[in-house]
């Protein structure tokens, strides 16, 4: 095995990267010899105005260390082409892609308008789905690829006034799953995170004592190593925060089984035995390898006894 993680003369598009974690992204994989397309619309917090600045600065910062980076200031759900093209024009190619960008319409879902909602989609959403579009040509046709889908714990989990980012945070993690196993042959790795860091994201959010400890600094070491050669993970999540790094699986209670031959199959049945299908004593880890199998094997979780009854 590698003692290193190599992401020398490698391409990579980093959405989102004018600020926040995309920023630190972009200067890391800069410092280990990558080539960085630094993609940011310099926009508000929700996505109004733009301005080159955001994404220059790092350019020319990352340029000053020595390193090798071009700007893009296309908005991702209008121009993903543009983004695209930057990595073509410059360095040739693209070899991983970061799905970072993102913006916050948060309101309480009264409250919610049809605009808030649709507007958070199209940039987490359907920005990602575009420019990975766009993206995986190159990478099937290279047999190459790295992904990353930006999840949040909005999303496994939900939170207060967040409906429509957590419906898209979800959302990513089913598409990187699905991808990572369209990608599998082609030696393409989708892998996807949810995090927690200080950025103007949360500064208003959350308290000053847990935002000291959430440097966005703290999300890169795994960002760099899942777009890595050398890593062998693909279709997995990973939640990371203030130092700690995981892995999320979902969770299958052990159930109740009512067979059909000697059961009633009625609500009532459900009610007087809800609590076995939440009793977790026994539970698995389920997967989907193919033919919906392991998901959908429901006798390989009976006795015995039971089986072809
Ligand atoms: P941020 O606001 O600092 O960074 C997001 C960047 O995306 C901004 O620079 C913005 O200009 C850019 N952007 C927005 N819309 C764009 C578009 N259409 N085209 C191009 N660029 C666009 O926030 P951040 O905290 O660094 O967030 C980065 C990612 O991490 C986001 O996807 C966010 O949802 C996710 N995330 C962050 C946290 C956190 O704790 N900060 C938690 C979970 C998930």
Known sequence: MSEQVSLKGKVVIITGAGGGLGKVYA??????????????????????GNSNRAADVVVEEIKKSGGTAAANYDNLVTNPEGILQTALDNFGTVDILINNAGILKDSSFKNMTEKQFTDVLDVHLNGAFKLTKLCWEVFKAKKYG???????PAGLYGNFGQANYSCAKLALVGFGETLAKEGYNSNIKVNIISLLAKSRMTETVLPPDVLKKLSPEKIAPLVL??????????????????GLFAQIKWQRSSGLYLN????????????????KISDFKDSDYPIMLKDYNNVWDVTSKLGKNDQGK
């Open 146 to 152: 790295r992904i990353i889908m930006t999840a949040s």
């Open 260 to 275: 059909p031959s000697s059961d009633t199959l009625t609500p009532e049945a459900i009610l007087h035995k809800f609590s």
């Open 27 to 48: 200067h890391q994989f800069a410092s280990r010899g990558a080539k960085v397309v630094v993609n940011d619309l310099g926009g508000s917090l929700t996505g109004s």
């Open 225 to 242: 190593y899942l777009t890595s050669e050398e890593c062998p993970s693909t279709g997995s999540i990973y939640e990371v925060a203030a």
